[in-house]
């Protein structure tokens, strides 16, 4: 996976008032590549997301598919950025349907409602993730994992080829957090317009078990990237944060192992 | 697909609207047939050429004294209905109403200020109250945004409600001030608080019917920007939406639209917050089927409320406020009770 980059990011900083919660971050994510952003909680993973979505004011550039995001309008922006946050806002009776249909706002002219085109659009990704027989529920009645999947469908209807996951599998159990990153890898290397994948995460054997590349976080800065064998070792995860664990190989990665400390 | 605005709902509100519209102008003092007041309402289309039943003198009191108070309820629950449903989507608040950020307190003091203060006449001229009440509104309105906005570091909805209410309570105070100072003119004040539909003929469907007709444009192109706003301003701006100029927008046309119907019909009750609720749980929680639902049902609603008002203890009328408040809420509980739960 070393095609061109499609994203690159260079010298990303954050900050709120006095408070430092990003500095000099590069990343660099091949096109068709899956980078996982890992660290421990506050090192500043979900505002890294934020600024390469151009959703906080951050220093530095950020360019996706040859463009730079900052001064791309943000209709442009969205149709070449996806992001599904952490715990994304449900509304309350909203279809599954009307929910996709969100996803076409970029297409749609700003005073305008969607057309033919953007329900066929949304019809394609609902039949894509298997989410037809669920197109007249409301949110509100899905289970965790099949509403994870509707966020993906909203993201996907917006036709971007970067898409951001904050903590995607968080609430789902072991089972349910494989269908979706197995899901999400298929997208991924998909034929027809394939996706690069951001991610963060905190399970950190799933973590190495689908990204080729990781970026460790830890205080706002990067502190390893590299492939998963390389960031995933006892010492860098002990010493940032400040864990017992045991890194044993697996088949598709290695495994991280939490040992009691006493 | 929920979000569609079905025909059937459509139907439904034009002909609340239609029965609004008839049943007002056919009952009061003289009853008129309500088929003679179809047929002489369409004697006054141009071009009809319908012949009219009415005498002379009937025809009089139904265009000149009935049909634009009817108009002006239409109107003044359509506009406070819609604004009710905008800044509900707006402040992704279901306890929004119309009255909300300074609008009915800073009417409230533009009114009593000018009934204290103004010429003797203030009352009967159809111009000076109402002029007060709208830029008395819009002031409050203005200041709000500014504090919410400007003041908070944090720039969310809930700063913007809570420069509402500190600016409502101090035009509130500076009202009770006033009119401790001068209780001569507590009951007029109190007339109008209470809200009314008193017509001097055309006039002051006049008065309202530019705003009303901006104001319904321009909140109801927002439609679908509403829908797009219930997922929150972040998800909205990856969306590739911009929330604060959706929001700016919303709330001017809204706080226009409700301050021109302040202006003309005092500060009336509880419209704005039950019609577009009792429309979202009947048809459903897309905005692009509230807004323009509400401006239906909205105004068939007051003026059925107005009917009421002038004709139960005729010829004294009853303030409309207590008549949207006695019939609305029982229906509303109603409604609460049984809406949508045989959807899926």
Redesign the interface.
Known sequence: MTGPSLVAARGIGVRV?AARLLGDVDLDVPEGGWLTVIGPNGAGKSTLL?AL?G?VPHEGTVTVAGEQVDRLH??Q???L???V?QN??V?????V??YT???R??Y?A?????GAADLAAAHAVLDRLDLTGFA???LDTLSGGERQRVYLARALA?GARLLLLDEPTSALDIGHQQDVLELVDELRTAEHAPLTVLATMHELSVAGEYADRILLLAAGSVVATGTPDEVLTEELLAHHYRARVRVVPGERGPLVVPVRRR | ???RLRPRWVLTGLLAVLVALVAGLAFGPVSLPPLDVVTDLLHHVPGLRVPTALPPRDDAILVQLRLPRVVLGLLVGSMLSLAGGAYQGVFRNRLADPYMLGVAAGAGLGATSVIIFGPRTALSSPVLVPLAAFTGALAAVAVTYLLGMAGA?ERTTATLLLAGVAVAAFCTAVQTFLLQQHTEEIQEVYSWILGRLTTSGWHEVLILLPYAVVASAVVL?????L??L???D??A??????PRRVRLVLVVAAALGAAAAVAVSGLIGFVGIIVPHAVRLLA???Y?VILPLSLLFGGAFLALADLLARTVMSPAEIPIGVVTAFFGAPFFLLVLRSG?RAA?
């Open positions: 008032g934020r979505a959703l943000r209709r922006r969205a149709r950025i996806a992001l946050p994304p806002v509304p309350p009776g909203m279809s349907l009307d249909l969100l996803g706002t970029p749609i700003p005073l305008a409602v969607e007249d529920r409301t917006q | 697909m929920t979000s570091r192109s927002q439609r679908r920007a829908d797009v219930s997922v929150g972040e998800e701006a990856s969306l590739g939406l911009h459903g929680p897309s692009r949508r899926p």
